[in-house]
């Protein structure tokens, strides 16, 4: 599913003497959740304090963009609930955005304080309020094998995994190590079945298959998974640069390992794929 964002040119926030209009202070918690009210038309502004470097939202009904240290959320259909997460260089926040409500209740604003800033004096943090379909992620850090020859131009490392509902989140990281700028996109997915690989595949789960080494994977078909969201940091990175992105999707059950392919655009000179252990 392709996702289109809007630019935010300029944004004025007047305060309205509307007392139910919330303006909160968290403390930032991976093992909370918090819950947004929002409001058709209108924005929601978390602010942390320092800067963000990636988000992601997990349907296209909220439109989500972030600058510096601020994330700006806004939905566009009614009747839709998701979740979103915010990371920074010390935390990832968790939220869940409750289906677009009534201006007078909806969180106007929320500041953020982080690990970073958990010094300064704020406000006691308010228990979250769970409902027994909340799930709390667990991040799984991703292995890699070490490879075994020079690196490529364009490279990409599988970061982290974040599963919940069946949706699973993929965190990457793409570096450009060539002398031309290179333009990312949300990768496309796909399943290799009856994937077969000189070591035991189930030694290999979460982990990312080193590269040349892929070329001794045998394959009986390619099935495309359908990808639900994805995010970028940016889209275009320069030489030595590189970008951070969230791709979205919900796999089949399968009680066997399943190995998947990420396939990027092309650098103009070779293949840019990530091949995942799952």
């Known amino acids: 599913m392709k996702r289109k964002w809007a630019a935010l040119l300029g944004i004025t926030l007047a305060v309205l003497p509307v007392p139910a209009q919330k303006v909160e202070s968290e403390t930032g918690n ?36 972030w600058k510096e240290n601020k994330v700006f959320v806004q939905p566009t259909e009614a ?7 915010i990371w920074t ?20 604003a929320l500041d953020e304080t982080t690990q970073a800033g958990q010094t300064q004096a704020v406000s006691p943090p308010r228990p979250a309020v769970l409902s027994p379909t909340d799930v709390l992620l667990a991040d799984r850090p991703v292995k890699a094998e070490t490879a075994k020859h020079a690196k490529k131009r364009v490279e990409v490392q599988i970061r982290d995994l974040y599963q919940s509902e069946g949706t699973l989140f993929i965190r990457y990281a793409a570096r450009n190590q060539g002398n031309h700028t290179y333009s990312i996109a949300t990768p496309k997915v796909y399943a290799l079945d009856g994937a077969q690989y000189p070591r035991s595949l189930y030694a290999l789960e979460n982990t990312q298959l080193a590269e040349p080494d892929t070329a001794r994977l045998k394959v009986k078909q390619e099935t495309k998974i359908p990808v639900l969201d994805g995010q970028l940091q940016a889209w275009r990175i320069n030489p030595g640069e590189e970008t951070m992105g969230v791709v979205a999707l919900r796999l089949p059950a399968n009680a066997t390992p399943t190995v998947l392919r990420l396939q990027f655009p092309s650098d103009g000179q070779g293949e840019i794929a990530a091949y995942l252990v799952r």
């Open 30 to 65: 991976r093992r909370r959740i918090v819950h947004l009210q929002t409001a058709l038309n209108h924005l929601t502004v978390i602010e942390v304090n320092e800067p963000v470097t990636l988000v992601a939202a997990g349907s296209p009904s909220f439109k989500v963009e």
């Open 79 to 85: 009747d839709v609930a998701t979740n979103l997460f």
């Open 89 to 108: 260089a010390s935390e990832r926040l968790n939220y869940e955005l409750e289906p677009a409500g009534t201006v007078d209740n909806m969180n106007f």
